[in-house]
DNA sequence: GTCCCTGCAAATCCTTTGCACTCCT
DNA sequence: AGGAGTGCAAAGGATTTGCAGGGAC
């Protein structure tokens, strides 16, 4: 196990992702924490993301459409994933938070989480596909 | 819309993946086919497996883990993914099949269908740590 | 002082794409 | 014949990594 230092940079990156609830990729965060640390690199924020995801602070998302994003909003919650425009928003949707129990009884090893996609086509791209 | 043109390497895709179960990557479905077709090229593979999934008749799925996967099975089913290895296989578990209905009640576009993933630590990655 | 963390740049991995040629219809 | 599909190789995008210097403890 290694003992983990602190340092501002992280903490920033952290702040940061709980601050913007939009689901920024890494280079969103890059951008960001920029303004407040210009010399930032982009392998740090790489590196800082992944330790949060590994600690369990922070959430990964992948879904197929263009780069991964990152999520400080852990509760249990669903995402609507849109096929055209690759964007993606939170689903005001009651979640099963049974269901980590019920897949455990059917599994071999072990579940801690477990992530909900929906995809579809956005209501922007709905109105524009009309035209 | 185009025209869609036979091809003996589209064919030979879709039956592999109807035959593994397995959850294979591009390149696993590269290797695969040029047992049959030795010239086949790994961007062919990648052409005809998005116009696939375009198609609806095969699903990527992107988790976080290393390359994408891809599944000709499309009845309702969710997965379990191993944040130690990166294993990734079907969950016996029911699904639940009002889900997609539920979240277009809550959705301002239109959703066709969800993917679920379960994350944790299979069962030989958990007897390796207890080593 | 030690060891983790950083910035930088190069490397790596995965996937897409341009082009000349081939095969379906 | 026409145009979609292919193989090849190069390009592209996202992410990781090696290294020398800087900062936390």
């Known amino acids: 196990m290694k003992t983990l230092?602190?340092?501002?940079?992280?903490e920033s990156i952290k702040t940061c992702l709980m601050e913007r609830h939009d689901h920024?990729?890494?280079?969103?965060?890059?951008?960001?924490?920029?303004?407040?640390?210009?010399?930032i690199s982009l392998g740090t924020v790489y590196r800082n993301l992944n330790l949060l995801v590994e600690l369990g602070e922070v959430r990964k998302l992948s879904f197929?459409?263009?780069p991964d994003r990152f999520d400080a909003d852990l509760s249990l919650h669903y995402h609507f994933v849109?096929?055209?425009?690759?964007?993606?928003?939170?689903?005001?949707?009651?979640p099963?938070?049974?269901?980590?129990?019920?897949?455990?009884?059917?599994c071999q090893?072990?579940?801690d989480n477990h992530l909900t996609y929906f995809y579809?086509?956005?209501?922007?791209?709905?109105?524009?596909?009309?035209?």
């Open 5 to 10: 230092k602190y340092s501002r940079q992280r």
């Open 24 to 39: 920024p990729t890494a280079d969103n965060v890059y951008l960001s924490i920029r303004e407040e640390y210009p010399n």
């Open 109 to 111: 090893g072990h579940i």
């Open 82 to 94: 849109c096929r055209e425009c690759g964007c993606i928003s939170d689903l005001p949707l009651e």
């Open 120 to 131: 579809g086509v956005c209501q922007d791209c709905l109105k524009k596909n009309s035209h």
């Open 64 to 66: 197929g459409y263009g």
């Open 96 to 106: 099963s938070a049974q269901l980590n129990e019920k897949a455990q009884c059917c």
